[in-house]
Structures are given as structure tokens and as C-alpha cells.
């Protein structure tokens, strides 16, 4: 399986940080948040993988390379403009190739195991959800014996890990467009499957969550 790590946002609220450095790139602990993500996908044998970037990308294809020195390959999918998460996925394709790949924002950290996530025959999507935070009460999805709606109560938060399979997309064309109105579709058909995250999870959005991953990352090693 291949995989993408979604890396084009420009990160607003982490600035100053973000300034001049890509959010991917602002160290979390000893390290660059997305070496995590890297590390993370190795370990589960998932090797080749696609990073997208727009905002000072070029920062992070010098850092990253070609992947070698962390045991990956590494493709890259360069933005100009932007195309949110949907678009940005679209124009990846290509690299991708016609399997199911795992797809990770990279804004998040996560303990989670990459490589146990799978697509189920028939899906389109498998989401990782995770209970919800206190930045997003509402909630996104429901979570009923495996299969993900789009209905009802007890709905959980996304956690940016899922396994989409290419045809999700069929029918798209190139530009701008969102990841959730696609995945909402499919859920109206019954194609996706889903499950909930056990582990520690962090959407790294903001200066005081960064904080809380650094705060943890320190107690696990202490």
C-alpha cells in the first residue's frame, strides 16, 4: 500500500512559527512534526510515499529529499495554487497509482498504528475517528458497527487517517475542491467503513496543542 501525507496548509495559527517555516516542518519534541508520520509509515512497512506541498514547499522537498535516510520513497505533488484536501488528493493521483493508499493530514500526531488500518471489499473509505476534542464538540461522523453515516447522534471527530480507494474520485475533475462531500456520498451508498482510534491522538492546529504533544512526548520519555 502507498501512502500520502497531506502537507500544503499554510498552518495561520501557528504563526509567527509558520511564517517561514511549512507546518509540517515545526518541530514537535527533537524533531520535525512529518518525520513522525515518515517514521510511523516505515515501521508499518509502508514505504512509498506521496507528500503534497504548496506554502514553502520547497523547504520541505530539501529537507525530506528523496526519503532515503528514513527508509521511504518519496514522490512529491506540487501545488501552485490552492486545491484543498479533495483537489489536492485529485492531482496526486497519478503517483498513487489504482489501490487503495492511506491517507494522513499532516497536522496531526498520533500514537496509532498506520498499519493495521484497512479497506474493506466494496468500500470506498475506511476513516479513523477519534472521540471528540474540545476545539470541535459536534463532532463529524457516526460510528454504527463498523460502517460510517452520516446521520444521528453520538457522532465522532475525523482524525485525518483513512484508506480511500482511487474511485472515490472517479467523476472529479482538476481544481479546487473538499474531501467531504465526496466521502458523504459514498456514505449515502453504504461504502464506508470505519473505526475508533485507541491511543493518543493531537490536532496540532494551534501554539497550545503543539504545546500539549511536546508536554506529552516529554512524559513518555521521562
Known sequence: MKA???????GERLRPLTLHTPKPLVRVGDKP???Y????????????????????????VAHLGDGQRFGARIQYSAEGEPLETGGGIFRALPLLGEEPFLLVNGDIWTDYDVGRVRL?????????????????????????QGRIVDAGEGRLTYSGISVL????????????????????AAMATGRVGGELLRGRWVDVG?????????????SASS
Open 4 to 10: 500520502m501525507i497531506l502537507a500544503a496548509g499554510k
Open 33 to 35: 512534526l512529518i518525520e
Open 37 to 60: 508520520h515518515l517514521d510511523a509509515l516505515v515501521a508499518a512497512g509502508i514505504t512509498d510515499i506521496v507528500i503534497n506541498h504548496a506554502w514553502l514547499g520547497e523547504q520541505i
Open 120 to 144: 474493506a471489499e466494496g468500500d470506498l473509505a475506511h476513516l479513523v475517528l477519534v472521540d471528540n476534542p474540545a476545539h470541535h464538540p459536534a463532532g463529524d461522523f457516526a460510528l454504527r
Open 165 to 184: 480507494h482511487p474511485d472515490l474520485f472517479a467523476g472529479c475533475a482538476p481544481g479546487a475542491f473538499k474531501l467531504a462531500p465526496l466521502l458523504r
Open 206 to 218: 494551534t501554539h497550545e496543542r503543539l504545546a500539549e504533544v511536546d508536554a506529552l512526548l516529554a
